[in-house]
Structure formats: C-alpha cells, structure tokens
C-alpha cells in the first residue's frame, strides 16, 4: 500500500488534508508505488473538491517531476506546480504528517493482516481531517507562511 497526501491551505480557511491510497498488486512486475497519472488523478480530486486553482509545492520525487505531470500542469492553468529545492522534507507540510501518524496510531504495534493496518492507517488520516489545528501546525513546523494575495 501506498498513500499521497495534500496539506490544503488557503488564507482565512480551514486547513484541509486530502488523500489517496493505492493498494498494490502482488503479482510479480506489478507496480509498487504511484504513477504520474495516479498524481494527476490525485490533483484533479483535490481541484474537484476546493473548487479553486491549486498551487502545488512538491518534492523532488522522480514521479513529481515526470514530463507526463509536466506536461498535464502545462495544459491545466488551475495547476501551478512549484518544486522544493532538492533533500528538503523540512520544508514540506505532508512530512509532518507521516510523523503524526507514525507518532500516534501506528507507534508500536504489530499489524495482525493487512487491513488492521488499512483500518488504522485510515482511522489515523481521519482524525488529522477532522482537525486543521494539526494540518496548521504541519505548515508551521516547516517555517513557511501563507501570503494572501494582494
């Protein structure tokens, strides 16, 4: 299983947390990790769902910066992606997080199945939706500040 998350920020807003899981195939050659296509169905949920345009700030991950995603913010002006300078995490919100979450509903215990860890993965994502306060700190733990537009 894999997860991408989005921290959602906007001035005078609720902070939001919008994410994906991709459950994986076991077959053998089958993709382990998300493609730029599930990226871009990512962005296209989150449009969806702010109804405004988005300014992404990624991470070097190689599938970030493909040049199908390239190529897709291209063609989209509701899409505005800006990458991190490279061995960052300090400066992305969504690490923080992963350290929630690694912190909390997944410090030490031992998975019984696969969906022992879906159920808690989920129920651990669901708590930090329903709480902006932690997706607010998130962003505060890197030091960077939202600017309205003027």
């Known amino acids: 299983m894999s997860i991408a998350a989005l ?7 609720r902070s939001r947390m ?19 296509q ?7 949920r989150a449009h969806l769902q702010l109804g405004a345009p988005i300014i992404v700030v990624w991470d070097n991950l190689n599938t970030h910066r493909t040049a199908g995603l390239r190529d897709y913010a291209t063609g989209h002006d509701w899409l505005t992606i800006i990458q991190l300078p490279s061995y960052s995490p300090d400066l992305n919100p969504v690490e923080g997080v992963w350290s929630l979450l690694r912190r909390g509903p997944m410090a030490n215990t ?11 993965l989920r129920r651990g994502l669901a708590h930090v939706q329903r709480h902006p306060e932690l997706i607010d700190g998130c962003l505060t733990e890197t030091g960077l500040t939202l600017r309205p537009r003027s």
């Open 7 to 13: 921290c959602c920020y906007r001035p005078g807003e």
């Open 18 to 36: 919008i994410y994906r899981p991709r459950f994986h195939s076991l077959l053998k050659g089958a993709r382990k990790s998300f493609s730029w």
């Open 110 to 120: 031992a998975f019984t199945d696969p969906d022992h860890l879906t159920r808690t």
């Open 38 to 44: 599930d990226y871009r169905d990512l962005l296209v």
